[in-house]
């Protein structure tokens, strides 16, 4: 099986935009333009839900010949119709299942900008119970240097 060629920035073609060469030969334009895209809507939850479902793996590529990471396709099939996400990820070509990794990267970025949030909120309860707990240190201190246990 042949892998696939993308083609970046093709000559003629809009900023952002490029084409797959799948293994079968199938010609695929992809843009990133906005004058391709309406009906915007936020990353649901039930995607990344869907993405923590994912088990990657290392694996024998056998046509490689080598060592891999990646994932099962069939896998990716199955998750996709049990959080009923839409088949953007797990295609069939000539018979051949097939995982677009590069539909993964808007969730990647999602689950980071998400993570920072947390990790952010998380540091600064962190500081907070840090200055709370100075705070009663000091305070019991004061009691126990007022009460002579000092």
Request: aromatic share 8%.
């Amino acid at each position: 099986m042949s892998p696939n060629i993308i083609l970046p920035e093709t000559t003629g073609g809009t900023s952002g935009s490029s084409l797959l060469i799948t293994g079968s030969g199938q010609i695929i334009f992809e843009s990133s333009s906005q004058i391709f895209k309406n009906d915007y809507g936020e990353i649901l939850d039930k995607y990344l839900n869907f993405m923590n479902s994912l088990k990657p793996l290392t694996y024998y590529c056998i046509d490689a010949n080598k060592r891999d990471i990646g994932l099962i396709a069939e896998e990716v099939e199955e998750k996709q119709n049990i959080y009923q996400v839409p088949n953007f990820w797990a295609h069939e070509v000539n018979g051949i299942k097939t995982v677009s990794y590069r539909k993964f990267i808007p969730l990647l970025i999602e689950k980071s900008k998400r993570q920072t949030i947390i990790t952010q909120q998380a540091n600064q309860r962190i500081n907070d119970l840090e200055n709370e707990n100075k705070v009663l240190k000091d305070k019991i201190k004061s009691i126990e240097e007022h009460l002579g246990l000092v």
